[in-house]
């Protein structure tokens, strides 16, 4: 058994890991500021509500719960947004990860896992997205999850900390039982946005572009279960080399357009969902699917859920339950 600091674990995909850190016999304790998380989510641990931004709580919360390692999930996640206000994604995702870097280290814990992601290939030379595939982000935010990794490198080399950095695809679907689920302030996940409109919550969906060079114009995205992505941060653990920050993509290989995903959300759900073609928004590359050959950094990871009609069902199941609507 680990106990295990998760930064942003009253998050989506943070409290998913929770969940599966504890159904793997570990103990998370969730360090999060609430400002996108929910404390409802927090089921498997304690919470400890702060910021990575404040250093003097960070070493507080170590301080008492001595982990023996860090899931650091916390961060700013818009990409139109890091656009339009890149100060406060660099402000959040750098130096907020500096300071769980430094916190870390002083309290003497040397295993972090890190939630990066695919934005940092930015537009990639081909498709789909090797582990080697040059990094190049379009976007503030990628950038800023490409500087994570490399302060991670260095304080792997020069500290000896033992890291494993996850970059991911489009993030789906719920906990199977609907225990928790994606529940943002603004929305703006495709899936989510399009199960509101199936629900009646909102009039109708905006296709960001049509224009794109893809066979239906609009963007293509590699859906990842949230829980295939748990459960690959829990085998992240056992992957900590000291010395060394290893890095593995995590998606399922096939990549979907917003239409064929709006179809999708038509065919799970039985409903319509109305759409109107927007302009794009800026930062969004064409086109992101990972290589899914197994992930090698975590004994051979690879996605089980691979039917995008299967994980939607669990967050439609979610999304019912959590918030009612059209059934």
């Known amino acids: 058994m680990m106990r295990v600091l998760v930064t942003g674990g009253a998050g989506y995909i943070g409290s998913h890991t929770c969940k599966a850190l504890s159904e793997a ?12 998380g929910h404390d409802w989510a927090v089921r498997w641990g304690p919470l400890e509500v702060g910021d990575i931004l404040d250093p003097a709580r960070l070493a507080e919360v170590f301080a008492r719960h001595r982990p023996e390692a860090v899931m650091h999930f916390a961060a700013l996640a818009y990409v139109g947004v890091s ?10 995702n750098v130096v907020g990860t500096l300071n769980v870097l430094d916190a870390a280290r002083a309290a003497g814990v040397a295993r972090i896992v890190f939630s990066s992601s695919c934005a940092i290939y930015g537009i990639p030379e081909r498709v789909p997205i090797a582990i080697d595939t040059s990094q190049c982000p379009v976007n503030p935010y990628g ?13 792997c080399r020069a500290y000896g900390l033992a890291a494993v950095a996850l970059r991911y695809f489009n ?4 906990d199977p039982a609907a225990s928790i689920g994606e529940d943002h302030e603004p929305e703006t996940h495709l899936i989510p946005l399009a199960l509101d409109v199936a629900a009646g919550r909102r ?10 060079p893809t066979p239906d114009g609009t963007c293509i995205r ?41 179809d999708a959300v038509r065919r799970v759900t039985g409903c319509e969902v109305p759409a109107r073609i927007a302009p794009r928004r800026p930062g969004d590359p064409p086109a992101l699917v990972a290589d899914a050959s197994p ?7 690879s996605a089980r859920w691979t039917d995008l009609d ?5 967050a439609w199941r979610w999304h019912r339950r959590h918030f009612g609507g059209s059934s």
């Open 143 to 155: 950038w800023t999850k490409l500087a994570g990794e490399r302060m991670l490198a260095e304080h």
């Open 295 to 301: 992930a090698s950094t975590l004994s051979g990871w």
């Open 83 to 92: 656009v339009r206000d890149p100060s406060s994604y660099h402000r959040t």
């Open 171 to 174: 993030a789906a679907g719920a």
């Open 222 to 262: 590699d859906y990842v279960h949230v829980c295939d992505l748990a459960d690959a941060h829990v085998r992240a653990l056992e992957a900590c080399e000291p010395g060394a920050m290893r890095a593995a993509n995590l998606g399922v290989g096939r990549g979907y357009s917003v239409h064929e995903v709006v």
């Open 25 to 36: 016999g570990h103990e998370p304790i969730a360090y999060d500021n609430l400002s996108s």
């Open 203 to 212: 009039p109708q969906l905006d296709v960001y572009g049509q224009d794109y």
């Open 310 to 314: 299967a994980i939607i069902e669990t």
